[in-house]
């Protein structure tokens, strides 16, 4: 059963500490996603990435945010230093390209992170 | 440019009555069209996706949406609510590399 795996599920850290965020897409997948999720702002794409290359991430702080893909299987979000604000539900989702310009998004479960 | 606006950020039916979820989108260009369901806790997961083939679009737990071009719409419907359509729905339009989600509906399913 592929799905996509999200380490850690929780992450409660301090105000200015290095928080990463790891994401394993579906095997095959070209298309990986990130997203942020809160009560205030709701759902918001923060970046994604096709064959392993940036395509958007106009939603991403740059200061303190970065996205990468060190390789097809592993996706990572960093932010450095960490503030209250982050405080947020991050998925990681991923997609095919094959068939179409887009088809279905597979979310992972999120990690919960918390900033005090 | 692309928007997608869900009328609704909260609906509430009673069990085994229908449900509409309301979506309408702007784009400049035929766009593609997905509902995806978020149960509490959970990451967000396909109902049915529209990509210029048939209109009326079906997808998983007995939920269809329709393509409306002269309305610009793209509604969620399904005839009959179960307890455990309780979720938030998020409709999202792409189209060549943009995705825009919706800010979501939430339904709630009464006894």
């Known amino acids: 059963d592929a799905r996509v795996t999200q380490t850690p599920r929780d992450k409660v850290t301090e105000m200015g500490q290095e928080v990463t965020m790891r994401c394993q897409p579906i095997l095959g997948h070209n298309t990986v996603f990130w997203y942020r999720q809160t009560m205030m702002q709701g759902l918001e794409l923060l970046a994604y990435?096709?064959?392993?290359?940036?395509?958007?991430d106009s939603g991403m702080p740059k200061d303190r945010f970065s996205a990468e893909m060190p390789d097809a299987t592993l996706a990572t979000l960093k932010i450095q230093p960490s503030e209250p604000r982050d405080s947020a539900v991050y998925f990681c989702?991923?997609?095919?390209?094959?068939?179409?310009?887009?088809?279905?998004?597979?979310f992972g479960p999120g990690t919960r992170l918390t900033v005090l | 440019a692309q928007s997608v606006t869900q009328l609704d950020s909260h609906v509430s039916v009673s069990e085994g009555t229908p449900v509409l979820l309301r979506c309408n989108y702007s784009?400049?260009?035929?766009?593609?069209l997905f509902w995806y369901v978020q149960h509490p806790n959970k990451g967000l997961q396909l109902l049915l996706k529209y990509t210029s083939a048939a209109t009326l679009v079906k997808g998983i737990n007995g939920f269809e949406a329709e393509f409306k071009k002269s309305e610009t719409s793209f509604h969620l419907t399904k005839p009959s609510a179960h307890m455990s359509d309780a979720a938030e729905y998020f409709c999202?339009?792409?189209?060549?590399?943009?995705?825009?989600f919706g800010k979501g509906t939430r339904l709630h399913i009464l006894p």
């Open positions: 999202v339009v792409t189209r060549d590399d943009k995705i825009i």
């Open positions: 989702a991923s997609g095919s390209l094959a068939g179409g310009p887009y088809n279905e998004q597979f």
């Open positions: 784009s400049s260009y035929s766009p593609s």
């Open positions: 990435f096709r064959n392993r290359a940036p395509l958007d």
